[in-house]
């Protein structure tokens, strides 16, 4: 007797692969795309600055065009690509300092003919996918001090690269991708822990004795939570305390214009018409859009171009402002309803090294970005420019966005056919 298989419909073949796509997360996508369109539209439509939009247009469907061949790529092909990924993307930083333009001081732009980007958003998604690559090895774990030390190396060198451009917001980026990998590659929560501490007891150095002590004790309790030996608790809560008071002293040595600059963030209202001009018109442009919005294209400081750059760094204040606090919140809503859909598919997918680590990852990209372009805005976080994902002005950001959103749709591929 010969033993087959019924031949499968042709109809159910494309039931199922329908079945198989995440359009909660096609769905918050368009709509962030659909609010960065209409934001931008807003903001370049009544000025020389148009062709930004018609540019961003066509970004936007070779991105779809990419989210698409991302998403149906075998995971056999992303892990066999991503070690040539990650050489790729260190060539091109290394390219890009010794070729690349030079703008706003920065030399952070490659151009090929009249073909320009920016390598950092390429090597970004190339780094993450490789380390997730190396973490899924079943000799590798971030508890083994020999893959620990291996990706920090895979996640350092990369940004060295960026902090000599000097691109302080990307490597800024890059820290925060280093803090996902550990957070999520089930590192000692110390690890991860130290660097935010750090930060926050250098900030509170700056406002006060006070505030830097308080910082400092908050600090040792959490270290205290984490369970680590005595010793190195002490040895931290150590650490933390000389950085605090290193902190002010270093302030205190820097130029008066270098202090002018770290002022202008923590009280942009000293030098408004300098350093903290931009945060001023943002805050009012936000503001001034009250409940409901003044209205598509009515927006005073937008229309008027008071806010510089309001296309990329600042674009959150276009529907703030012409949409008002209702706006506002629905761009917030999506953006962060994005956020938790990844990071939820990362935790169901948790027993997949591979794929929980790659989407932790773009998680932690999307949520940093997020905070500080949004922060920005807001004057809660300093201006060291990030774009918005899917909404900000530029063809490298949201093409890497885009393949991002296509891994995030292949993952979820992979959880439906794993049922």
Request: glycine residues 10%.
């Amino acid at each position: 007797m010969i033993l087959y298989e019924p031949e499968v419909p042709s109809s159910s073949r494309w039931r199922r692969s329908l079945r198989q796509i995440d359009w909660t997360l096609l769905l918050l996508v368009s709509l962030a795309l659909a609010f960065g369109l209409i934001a931008l539209y807003s903001a370049t439509a009544s000025s020389e600055m148009a062709h930004f939009f018609r540019r961003q247009l066509l970004y936007a469907a070779l991105g779809s065009g990419i989210l698409l061949l991302v998403m149906w790529l075998p995971r056999s092909w992303l892990e066999r690509l991503a070690p040539l990924g990650y050489i790729v993307g260190l060539l091109l930083l290394v390219a890009v300092l010794l070729f690349g333009r030079t703008v706003y001081g920065s030399k952070s732009w490659l151009s090929l003919g009249t073909l320009s980007f920016q390598p950092v958003e390429f090597a970004k998604l190339s780094t993450l996918l490789f380390v997730a690559h190396f973490l899924s090895r079943e000799e590798q774990s971030l508890r083994r001090l020999p893959s620990l030390l291996i990706t920090l190396a895979l996640l350092g060198v990369p940004t060295a690269l960026v902090l000599l451009q000097p691109d302080a917001g990307s490597a800024l980026a890059f820290a925060a991708l280093t803090l996902t990998v550990l957070f999520w590659g089930k590192a000692h929560p110390l690890l991860p822990l130290m660097p935010l501490l750090a930060g926050a007891v250098a900030l509170l150095s700056l406002l006060g004795v006070a505030p830097l002590l308080l910082g400092i004790l908050f600090s040792a309790i959490l270290i205290s939570l984490t369970r680590p030996p005595l010793l190195i608790a002490i040895t931290c809560s150590v650490v933390l305390s000389v950085l605090g008071l290193g902190t002010s002293t270093l302030y205190h040595m820097l130029k008066p214009h270098q202090q002018a600059r770290i002022q202008s963030f923590l009280n942009p209202e000293e030098d408004p018409q300098g350093s903290g001009y931009h945060v001023i018109q943002s805050m009012l442009a936000i503001g001034s859009g009250g409940l409901t919005g003044k209205g598509f294209q009515q927006g005073t400081q937008t229309q008027l171009r008071f806010i510089p750059k309001q296309w990329t760094d600042f674009i959150f204040c276009v529907p703030a402002e012409e949409f008002g606090f209702l706006g506002a919140m629905l761009v917030l809503a999506v953006l962060f309803g994005l956020l938790w859909h990844v990071f939820l598919l990362a935790h169901r997918l948790e027993g997949d090294t591979f794929w929980s680590l790659l989407l932790g990852g773009i998680g932690g990209l999307w949520l940093f970005h997020t905070a500080i372009n949004i922060g920005m805005s807001l004057g809660l976080a300093p201006v060291i420019g990030l774009p918005l994902p899917f909404m900000s002005a530029g063809g490298s950001a949201l093409l890497v966005n885009m393949a991002m959103a296509g891994l995030v749709l292949n993952a979820h591929r992979q959880l439906y056919r794993g049922r």
